[in-house]
């Protein structure tokens, strides 16, 4: 099967949960609660989920994946398909047309120049855009009329859906970023704080790190929607903290992302006052292995770049070693439950794309031991700490403040301890670890360490942009503003050339081998990326709020529009 076939369908419908307002703005405020604080409102200039769920109330991609994984129009009538003659039969281009009657939310029409710059500003190279991936082949867009765009590749794209499409790829208004363009991007404070939308929501006051306040959008393109009037979003605390705020003493209405033990959620439901909700996609919790070297000895425009390597992490075997310490049974069993299962796959799913990746999955401590013998790593000083050529194998294990990453950093710790791996923790504010400030230098973007742990997944059933993200130059480095998706700073010629080919792959099961291929090439074949967990999603509302739909193939927050309160 082709998945040209499948462009040859017409677009799948979809259906959200029955409305219970009558009228726009009608059931006052909505209480959300994320323990991760968002620091920016802008999708392009941040790759922590924290910001792009934020701002998906205000700005809205052309398409975006529903609850099924499945590709439904926003703002557009149809999706584009071979079929209707959205896509070029040669699959080199693909061309959208908007909705008409579309209004930003200051109540100027959206036009495909909006598109087009939207394409422009995350393209530009000095921008430092994080959704670069999404754009990955692109080799022109260009407005066909006011409500017409279209997007020509560099060679056949069987998939193309990424530019414009999802969470990562919203569209923004030519008109408020124009000025904000390249280097200039990180700059514009207001128009990143507050960006003009198309979304149900309008941003009202933004404190960042800390809450925003939003209202219902007058120009929403559904008269009868949102039912809220406004929404606050609120930042900070911990996971514990967000659950209890819902469950047991109802002050918010919505906590995202309870990363805590299952026994801790239970006892919270018991409170009465809402109710965990859950579902598996393909949110990976893992360690990446900084391939540069990140030691503040350097200067500061070649520390954790690709132009100093990592003194001892550049070897695969030590590499290996430290996965092959890792009890990931333990690691679920402690910190998920049945929310959790041990992957040793970054693409865990659909299964099309799941490698039968299982070696990583016994904890062999001696093994371990015995790899780091062989890579010349020995204690000559009896210390207790491997050491070559005058070096410590000493490693600065960093990840965000949250209670079980915490328990993971110790078991972590005691393990390579065990293998004579000197470790040192650190915990940093969710808001700023994930955050995209360009001069803080406690980013995960910036990588001020050694080993880094998080998670983080990709929109919809297709991880092509997702496996782009590793191609050489896509790393965050000066030049970039600190923005980049290719986070250990991974480079392989052969990789990108697989990038290449996946991306001009029409038949399913090719797709599938590539995907596998290139997935066991980051994990299993390199260990530049060492998963953990195959995270399920875990969130809870309370019982007053109607509408929500768990997404784990886009925004949490997709269906705000349609969330009403119920008696």
Not at 116 to 133: D, I, K
Not at 161 to 174: E, M, T
Not at 489 to 511: H, M, Q, S, V
């Amino acid at each position: 099967m082709k998945l040209r076939s499948l462009l040859l369908g017409a677009a799948a419908s979809f259906a959200l949960a029955p409305m219970a307002m009558a009228e726009r703005a009608s059931d006052g405020n909505v209480n959300i609660i994320y323990w991760q604080a968002p620091s920016i409102l802008n999708s392009y200039l941040s790759g922590g989920t924290k910001d792009l769920e934020s701002s998906s109330l205000v700005i809205e991609p052309l398409a975006r994946y529903n609850q099924a994984g499945t590709l439904v129009p926003y703002l557009v009538d149809e999706l584009p398909t071979v079929a209707n003659g959205g896509v070029s039969e040669d699959l080199t281009s693909i061309t959208w047309k908007l909705s008409a009657g579309l209004l930003w939310s200051d109540g100027s029409p959206v036009t495909s120049e909006d598109v087009v710059f939207t394409g422009e500003y995350c393209m530009h190279p000095e921008g430092g855009c994080a959704s670069l991936a999404n754009f990955d082949g692109v080799e022109s867009i260009e407005a066909i009329d006011d409500l017409t765009v279209k997007v020509t590749f560099k060679a056949p794209k069987p998939n193309p859906y990424g530019p414009f499409v999802g969470n990562k790829a919203p569209i923004i208004q030519k008109a408020q970023f124009a000025d904000c363009i390249g280097a200039a991007a990180p700059s514009c404070t207001d128009a990143n704080f507050g960006p003009i939308g198309t979304g149900p929501f309008v941003v009202t006051d933004f404190r960042p790190n800390d809450v925003i306040q939003y209202k219902a959008n007058d120009n929403y393109r559904d008269p009868a929607k949102p039912a809220f009037a406004s929404v606050t979003f609120k930042g900070g605390g911990d996971a514990t903290g967000a659950g209890r705020a819902v469950m047991e003493t109802g002050e918010f209405d919505y906590a995202w992302n309870l990363q805590l033990a299952p026994d801790v959620i239970a006892k919270m439901k018991e409170g009465g006052k809402g109710v965990p909700v859950s579902a598996f996609g393909a949110l990976v919790e893992r360690l990446e292995m900084n391939l540069t070297n990140p030691s503040p000895d350097l200067p500061p425009e070649t520390r954790s770049t690709v132009a100093e390597p990592h003194p001892f992490l550049s070897d695969m075997k030590v590499r290996k070693a430290l996965s092959m310490a890792i009890d990931r049974d333990l690691l679920v069993e402690v910190g998920y439950g049945d929310a959790g299962r041990p992957t040793c796959n970054l693409v865990p799913a659909p299964a099309l794309y799941a490698s039968d990746n299982t070696e990583c999955l016994t904890q062999d401590i001696e093994g371990a031991k015995a790899l780091l013998d062989e890579a010349g790593w020995t204690d000559s000083d009896g210390d207790g700490v491997r050491d070559k050529d005058g070096m410590k194998l000493s490693i600065l294990y960093q990840t965000s403040t949250n209670a079980v990453r915490q328990d993971f950093q110790a078991l972590i710790k005691a393990w390579w301890e065990e293998i004579g791996v000197e470790t040192e923790l650190r915990n940093l504010d969710a808001s700023v670890f994930f955050g995209g400030d360009p001069g803080s230098p406690d980013t995960f973007q910036k990588f001020y360490a050694d080993v880094e742990m998080y998670a983080n997944v990709f929109d919809g059933t297709d991880p092509q942009a997702y496996l782009a993200a590793y191609r050489c130059g896509n790393e965050p480095k000066p030049d970039s503003q600190w923005q980049g998706e290719n986070i250990n700073r991974f480079c392989d010629p052969e990789y990108d050339a697989l990038i290449d080919e996946l991306a001009g792959t029409g038949d399913l099961d090719k797709r599938g081998e590539l995907g596998k291929k290139m997935n066991d090439m980051l994990t299993k074949d390199s260990y530049t990326i060492v998963p953990l967990v195959d995270r399920g999603r875990v969130s809870a509302h309370a019982n007053s709020l109607g509408g929500v739909v768990l997404n784990v193939f886009d925004s949490e927050l997709w269906n705000i529009a349609d969330w009403h309160r119920v008696d």
